[in-house]
Each structure stands twice: as C-alpha cells, then as structure tokens.
C-alpha cells in the first residue's frame, strides 16, 4: 500500500480508475514534470482513459480479469486452431496414402504370388514401394481398418469449416488482448501497480526465509 497525495492505492485498487489516472497526471505538474512527461505518453494515456471509459473497465480488478480472460480466450483459439491444422495435414497424407494403397494393392498381390521375384520388383517398383509406404504409413498410426476417402474427405471439410470460424474469433480475440494488455500496462506503468506487486512478492519472500 502507498499514498498518492490524498489517494491511497492498494495492490489491487477498487476505486474508480480514471479518479485514480486523474490525480496522478495532475499529481505530476509539479516540479520536475518536463522530465515526467517523457516517462509517460500523455496522448497514449489520454487513449487509455478514452478506452477505459467506452468499455466500463473504471476498476482496476474488472480490467486485469477482462485482461487475462481475454488472453485465455485467444490462446485457446489459437490451441484449436493449430489442432485443426494439424489434423488437416493428418487427413491429407492419410487420404494420399490410402489412394495410393488401393491402386497398387493388385500389383502388390501378384507380386507376393510371385514369391516376391526380383524380376517382378524390378518391372513394378514405384507401385510396390509406394504400397510398402502406404502400409508402413498405417501401422505407423495404429490403423487397424482404413477410413474410406469420402469420410476422410467429410472430416477435412468440417475441420476447414471450424477452422474458418475460429480464426474469424481469433482475429476479434486478439485485437481485443492486444487493447486490454495495452491499456493495462499503461496503467501499471503510470500508477506503479506493477512495482507495488513486485515489492510485495518480494517482501513476502524475504518473510518465508
């Protein structure tokens, strides 16, 4: 806790956050305030309390929430969003694989019943390799039955499709994290939030010793 002319503020302060950036700006048209004034935008803050204002963050605990909320939010979507991807890429090799697989599968089975004859590989290499790719591929996998094509096909489609939709969210998520940490920040470095949890922590620390 420390005082700031007549306002006290706490590591987590509660009154109203414009009352509070107010007295610190007029707080610092003293002596010394050329120098003050490079330290802090004052056009930034000036942004901040616009931001403040339009979306009601006038308590410092209600921003740091709608901050890490918002954060937890775009992470997730990203998490989601690189899953699909993921999955996506899965299903294409996995498609490939399974085409090339039913292609060869005869070439393959004549070649067993030539007793895999050398002269027989040599006249159908790429076929079989590519059927001895797309077996190693599946066991690779665990895959006792092979999906067929159009559920494959039908699996990538919806994917795409939530894929679509959530990047749309993320875009919003973002910019939306990117304004609360902004503003945030802002306000921790004018008001010195941020160093009174560090001093805190830091004390607390030295008690535990």
Not at 19 to 35: H, M, N, P, S, T
């Amino acid at each position: 806790m420390r005082e700031i002319g007549t306002l006290v503020c706490w590591a987590t302060p509660k009154v109203n956050l414009l009352v509070d950036i107010q007295a610190k700006l007029q707080a610092g048209k003293g002596a010394g305030y050329a120098r003050w004034a490079k330290v802090f935008n004052l056009k930034q803050m000036a942004q901040t309390m616009n931001y403040l204002t339009e979306h009601g963050l006038l308590e410092y605990a209600v921003l740091e929430e709608k901050a890490a909320a918002a954060t937890t939010r775009h992470n997730e979507l990203s998490a989601q969003i690189k899953a699909a991807e993921t999955r996506m890429a899965e299903i294409a090799v996995l498609r490939t694989h399974i085409i090339n697989y039913v292609k060869t599968r005869e070439v393959y089975a004549a070649y067993r019943k030539a007793g895999y004859s050398k002269k027989f590989l040599a006249e159908h290499e790429a076929d079989i390799l590519l059927h001895k790719a797309a077996k190693q591929a599946f066991d690779d996998l665990g895959i006792k039955k092979l999906p067929t094509v159009k559920s494959l096909q039908a699996e990538y489609a919806t994917l795409l499709e939530g894929k679509k939709k959530d990047y749309a969210e993320y875009r919003r998520s973002r910019e939306e994290m990117r304004e609360l940490l902004a503003a945030k920040a802002n306000v921790d470095r004018l008001m010195g939030y941020g160093e009174e949890r560090q001093n805190d922590r830091e004390k607390e620390q030295g008690q535990d010793r």
